[in-house]
């Protein structure tokens, strides 16, 4: 590797003590930028050589902590693996290193009426690894489903540095389906440095509302009846008052003053289907008495409609400097109950919180907006997200959505399995990275270092 590919320095620690989860911190040693999978198998086998950790990362905006690098040692960047290798438009799938961004694998194939369905709203710079590793979803998970969805094969390091192929160009690979175990692995497996991806043709009709509503139940409610009528939408998503008092405040979008929650509904398919089903999900929505109701009439129009949804958790920014976004799942029937929960919680830990998220997958994001310079701050946002994911737990959902369990839930997985289950999670992971030193302490604590990192930010051993 050239001098270029290595950075080290203050400068390159502080940038990456951290991913998008800024409360728990760590520094490298230092980072390195690989161009092709042999060079990242070099450097994994020398740090296997040199028993120093490595953590595998992408764009950095992970909400979990889990590009952050736990036990210091090597960051391996996929900034710039980032080729296209192979398209086949014949068959609707492509060959891409992982370092790609997301949304750049939609700008190169839209002209040819294709695109990767998966859209989480980090996409114009989120990573096609980042993505594989977290299964990610986004706004259309609801009708397209997540990433493991569109993942055909992958060519991957693991923890010895042997490069291995899992499924390829036509999917279905015989044997155990390890495709679907290392999509969603957070890393912990190996580093994935290729993938063949599915292209999705984009609709030929696209039909977005929004409409508003005087309380966050009568909202949630709305999102229970879409649901239970059977249409199925291809996003369906909610967003609070001060998530629009912020959009507000940042680009002038106007909302009526009794507005509390808003829901932004798409349909797509053929223009007839898609209008129908828009028109069916309006009328529920005024019947669960929403105050205004906009159906865009142009691209633009239905641009203006997702402003809020698309640009609300930047303008969050100005409530306070430090975000913290929680990530939790309940069924979308319980969602009314769910939500006056995250407002009490927040509440008693004397904390602000925003929602913006997937309500018709009931994929919860409460946002906590603080300064962390503030005593005692962080570990009220910490205790605060305890409690709302052993709520969602209690409503029969799950602690983690799409944003993954990273650091930040580690001590959350055996809440939802028993002993037996976590050994063979714990087995499955030595299987594949039989040290300790691939991503260490991410999913499950498998590093004697784990706890001592844990009271080193937190200040305890929970
Ligand atoms: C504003 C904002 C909006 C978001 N919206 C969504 C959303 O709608 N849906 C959603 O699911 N998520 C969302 N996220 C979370 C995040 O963007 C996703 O998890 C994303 O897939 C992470 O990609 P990344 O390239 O930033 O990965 P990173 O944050 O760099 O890494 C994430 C994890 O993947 C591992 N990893 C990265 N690359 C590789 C690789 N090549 N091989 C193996 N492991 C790897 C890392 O070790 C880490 O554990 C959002 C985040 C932000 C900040």
Redesign the pocket.
């Known amino acids: 590797m050239r001098d270029d590919q290595v950075l080290s320095g203050a400068a390159v620690r502080k940038v990456y003590e951290t991913?998008?989860y800024t409360v728990d911190r760590n520094p490298p040693l230092a980072v390195v930028l690989p161009e092709t999978t042999e060079e990242v198998s070099a450097i994994v086998q020398w740090c296997r050589e040199s028993r120093v950790p490595f953590?595998?990362?992408?764009?950095?905006?992970?909400?979990?902590?889990?590009?952050?690098p736990a036990l210091g040692g090597i960051v391996?960047?996929?900034k710039k693996?980032t080729k296209l290798l192979s398209t086949d438009l014949e068959n609707r799938t492509m060959l891409a290193q992982?370092?790609i961004?997301?949304l750049r694998i939609t700008r190169m194939v839209e002209g040819d009426g294709l695109h990767f369905a998966?859209?989480?709203?980090?996409?114009s710079?989120?990573?096609?690894?980042?993505?594989?590793?977290?299964?990610?979803?986004?706004?259309h998970?609801l009708k397209y489903g997540?990433?493991v969805q569109h993942v055909l094969g992958v060519r991957?390091v693991l923890s010895h540095g042997e490069i291995v192929q899992i499924g390829g160009r036509c999917g279905e690979p015989p044997g155990y389906d390890l495709l679907s175990l290392?999509v969603g692995?957070?890393?912990?497996?190996?580093?994935?440095?290729e993938a063949w991806i599915v292209l999705t043709p984009i609709p030929e009709a696209i039909q977005t509302a929004t409409a508003c509503f005087p309380s966050v139940r009568e909202a949630s409610q709305a999102v229970a009846e879409i649901v239970k009528s059977g249409v199925l939408p291809a996003a369906l998503e909610m967003m609070d008052r001060a998530v629009l008092d912020a959009v507000q405040a940042a680009f002038g979008l106007e909302f009526p003053s009794a507005t509390q929650a808003m829901l932004l509904i798409e349909c797509d398919g053929s223009p007839g289907q898609s209008s129908d089903d828009l028109h069916q999900l309006v009328e529920i929505c005024k019947k669960s008495r929403a105050i205004e109701v906009k159906v865009a009439r142009t691209a633009d129009e239905r641009m203006k409609l997702w402003t809020a949804r698309k640009k609300g958790?930047?303008a969050l920014g100005r409530i306070a400097p430090t975000v913290v976004?929680h990530?939790g799942v309940i069924p979308p029937s319980k969602l009314p109950e769910m939500l006056e929960e995250v407002y009490r919680v927040a509440e008693e830990h004397g904390i602000a919180v925003a929602n913006i998220f997937?309500a018709g997958d009931g994929?919860l994001?409460p946002i906590f907006c603080f300064d962390e310079r503030e005593p005692g701050k962080v570990d009220a946002v910490v205790k605060a997200g305890e409690e709302i994911i052993r709520k969602c737990i209690e409503l029969g959902g799950s602690v983690t959505?799409?944003?993954?369990i990273?650091v930040e839930k580690v001590d959350f997985l055996p809440l939802m399995y028993d002993e037996a289950s976590m050994a063979l999670q714990g087995e499955i992971r030595t299987i594949f990275a039989s040290d300790d030193l691939c991503?260490p302490c991410?999913v499950i604590p498998n590093a004697k270092g784990c706890i001592e990192h844990k009271v080193r930010w937190r200040g305890v051993a929970t």
Not at 185 to 193: A, D, K, N, R, Y
């Open positions: 991913d998008a953590t595998p990362r992408g764009a950095g905006t992970g909400l979990s902590g889990g590009a952050m391996i960047s996929t693996l992982t370092g961004a997301n998966p859209d989480p709203s980090s996409q710079v989120s990573t096609l690894g980042g993505n594989i590793a977290m299964n990610s979803g986004g706004p998970t997540v990433t991957m290392v692995s957070e890393g912990t497996l190996g580093i994935v440095t958790v930047g976004t990530d997937h994929n994001h959505g799409e944003h993954g990273g991503n991410k």
